[in-house]
């Protein structure tokens, strides 16, 4: 097993239990959903109502940034390594959540998502040399490199009220 599929399976674990914060399918489509369960051989364990209901609602808060998650994807993606597909439209999905990205995915700690950024997304990790916080870190480089679609806080991170939050050491 790769480490990216480690990381995937560790992440759909975390899905099914609830220990996530993901939209129903961790927001992939129907046909990417299945084709990750049968990548990863995983029998999908059935879902209790409540944490159906859990799922729905994130899906309908999160369907109104639709464009925006498919921006994000597709920046990703063109920093994951080849074996780490559909990682890249899990990741995007789960910065839409309302917590740390750590949080959100349902990991352990701000260290354990480096762990699976520097597997899955090694030169993004490389990019990040100031550690800052993945979440802000990916919108910060989209807007950098936008052109214009997205809006930035501060011109500069040096200048930016949030600067503490950003650059905050790892919890």
């Not at 990548?39 to 409540?50: D, E, N």
């Not at 209901?53 to 464009?67: P, V, Y």
């Amino acid at each position: 097993m790769t480490q990216a599929h480690y990381w995937l399976r560790r992440l759909l674990a975390q899905y099914e239990s609830g220990a996530a914060s993901f939209p129903y399918h961790m927001g992939l489509s129907t046909a990417a959903w299945r084709a990750l369960l049968a990548q990863l051989r995983w029998s999908a364990a059935p879902l209790t109502p409540a944490h159906q209901q859990r799922l729905i609602l994130l899906t309908e808060l999160q369907s109104h940034r639709n464009a925006e998650c498919d921006q994000l994807a597709n920046w990703l993606d063109e920093h994951r390594v080849d074996d780490a597909a559909p990682m890249h439209r899990v990741i995007a999905r789960a910065s839409l959540g309302f917590n740390h990205l750590w949080q959100d995915l349902g990991l352990d700690s701000r260290a354990e998502l480096r762990e699976l950024m520097t597997d899955c997304f090694p030169s993004l990790v490389a990019l990040n040399v100031n550690n800052m916080r993945w979440k802000k870190f990916f919108y910060r480089e989209r807007c950098l490199h936008s052109d214009g679609e997205l809006v930035c806080r501060s011109p500069s991170c040096d200048d930016c009220c949030e600067w503490a939050h950003c650059f905050a050491p790892e919890v």
